[in-house]
């Protein structure tokens, strides 16, 4: 038996990861993520799929994160029959983020509409919500460590990467007709020793390894997070001002909150009421709270006393709530989301702080290039909201440290625990990052066979096994 893979996504870019394999007549598709990002990538979504996805007989998912997942409504609508294998984390946060996605893909071919600039009449999307509901009724959660049977020959169990609730490295066993064989895709890892998630799986024995590579020449400055929040916070409420903070609704909100309710606790803030204003953050949150044993907030404790009930966490879900914001002038705290600021309600936030002095606006996360958010972190004196030019009048702050991603070192770390694979794949990351990561593989580990795959590129794996 042969086996072999083909790139359709996820190849010197960070988004988009699709990774098929060919084992025997079966094809498994690993992720199915959408490319995000920059135009020459975004088109890689509605050109025509690179293989007929009526002959994909099963996709295993690493996560739930977009560029890993958000493909599936669309592979659905082109004929895709199912199954879908993912942890029982990872299938209920699909069931937030799918149906999120589709309806932004209905609002984006809505808005073309209205501007009047599409070549199709009415503008398609590239999903609907009908395709993401098919796509969840295909989904079968299963849990982590146990060995799933996905063909007849080939078997998968998913181990905690300690990236995102539900995150998952997963571990392939394939038997041929004379050898069996391990391959391993490590699918995002997160950090060690952080606060929400576990430090990511070892893992001991892999023939062929498909490692991330996010962060491979980067090391995050491991920057004292607690401290730095506590000072912003004083010195936004002696200046008579709110805290705005855009964050993402999966993950970052979350870890938000833990560190507030930590400063809280130690009273290293004054007391004050920290809201959250996003429906998608609410829902998550409670995922953390249905899904105890997958991240560390739950260890030892009983469900009521989960860190997201603290009496300080004002949750607000409907519209007037979250207007009703607007007029809170001082000593409170708003998350909101779209992190980087492109969309939801941080937008009618932004509207309104961006012109008061006494606020600060804090970016605790990455800002891609092209956003809101990275304009106004970048120092622009104005920003476009609702088709007005709002003065940036109040402070600007950003922290880091909080990233979900592994850093070079953690990388390796997690690498140097695999007895050298025979031949490993750098994926998920820009060129430089992946380039720096193969080199430290080669050098530092001997690993023989590091390759870094380029977009629709195609390598036999096993022959004759
Ligand atoms: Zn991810």
């Known amino acids: 038996m042969d086996v072999r893979v083909k790139f359709l996504g996820g190849a010197k870019s960070?988004?988009?990861?699709?990774?098929?394999?060919?084992?025997?007549?079966?094809?498994?598709?690993?992720?199915?993520?959408?490319?995000?990002?920059?135009?020459?990538?975004?088109?890689?979504?509605w050109a025509e799929f690179p293989i007929d996805?009526?002959?994909?007989?099963?996709?295993?998912?690493?996560?739930?994160?977009?560029?890993?997942?958000?493909?599936?409504?669309?592979?659905?609508k082109d004929g895709f029959a199912g199954p879908i294998y993912c942890t029982e984390a990872t299938a209920a946060l699909l069931e937030i983020m799918l149906k999120d996605a589709a309806k932004l893909q209905e609002e984006e071919a809505d808005y073309i509409d209205k501007k009047g600039y599409s070549k199709h009449s009415p503008p398609l999307p590239l999903f609907d919500l009908v395709d993401a509901e098919k796509a969840l009724g295909m989904l079968i959660a299963v849990p982590y460590l146990e060995l799933i049977d996905i063909f007849e020959n080939v078997k998968a169990t998913f181990f905690d990467a300690g990236h995102i609730l539900g995150s998952s490295i997963v571990s392939f066993s394939i038997?041929?007709?004379?050898?069996?064989?391990?391959?391993?895709?490590?699918?995002?890892?997160?950090?060690?020793?952080?606060?929400?998630?576990?430090?990511?799986?070892?893992?001991?024995q892999a023939d062929v390894l498909f490692i991330e590579s996010t962060y491979g020449d980067r090391d995050n400055l491991a920057s004292d997070v607690e401290g730095q929040l506590a000072t912003i916070v004083k010195d936004t409420f002696n200046n008579g001002g709110c805290l705005l903070i855009p964050a993402f609704a999966v993950g970052r909100t979350q870890l938000?909150?833990?560190?507030?309710?930590?400063?809280l606790e130690k009273k290293m803030i004054p007391a004050c009421e920290i809201y959250i204003d996003s429906p998608m953050a609410i829902s998550t949150t409670n995922l953390f709270k249905a899904h105890p044993n997958d991240h560390k907030l739950g260890i030892g404790r009983e469900a009521e006393d989960s860190i997201f009930d603290y009496p300080h966490f004002r949750y607000y879900r409907s519209q007037e709530s979250s207007i009703s914001i607007n007029n809170i002038q001082k000593n409170a705290v708003i998350i909101s989301?779209?992190?980087?600021?492109?969309?939801?309600?941080?937008?009618?936030?932004?509207?309104?702080?961006l012109p008061r002095k006494n606020d600060t606006l804090l970016f605790a996360g990455y800002q891609a290039e092209g956003t809101r958010g990275r304009k106004i972190q970048d120092g622009d004196a104005t920003s476009r909201i609702y088709g007005e030019e709002i003065p940036v009048l109040c402070k600007i702050e950003s922290i880091h440290g909080l990233s979900a991603h592994a850093d070079r070192q953690e990388l390796m770390h997690w690498a140097s625990q695999i007895e050298a694979p025979k031949m490993a794949f750098v994926v998920h990351g820009e060129l430089a990052s992946a380039t720096h990561l193969s080199e430290k593989l080669k050098e530092e580990l001997h690993w023989p066979n590091v390759?870094?795959?380029?977009?629709?590129?195609?390598?036999?794996l096993f022959s004759g096994i």
Do not use: W
């Open 14 to 45: 960070v988004t988009g990861s699709k990774y098929l394999l060919e084992i025997g007549y079966k094809k498994l598709l690993v992720d199915c993520g959408l490319f995000q990002g920059l135009k020459e990538l975004r088109l890689r979504n």
């Open 53 to 76: 996805a009526t002959t994909i007989d099963a996709i295993v998912l690493t996560h739930a994160h977009i560029d890993h997942s958000g493909y599936l409504p669309r592979i659905v």
């Open 175 to 204: 038997q041929g007709d004379t050898q069996q064989k391990k391959v391993v895709f490590s699918g995002d890892l997160g950090r060690y020793n952080q606060p929400v998630h576990q430090d990511p799986s070892p893992i001991d």
């Open 256 to 263: 938000l909150l833990y560190y507030f309710f930590q400063l």
């Open 337 to 353: 989301a779209s992190g980087m600021c492109t969309g939801g309600r941080i937008l009618h936030h932004l509207y309104n702080r």
């Open 451 to 460: 390759m870094i795959p380029n977009y629709l590129e195609s390598f036999e």
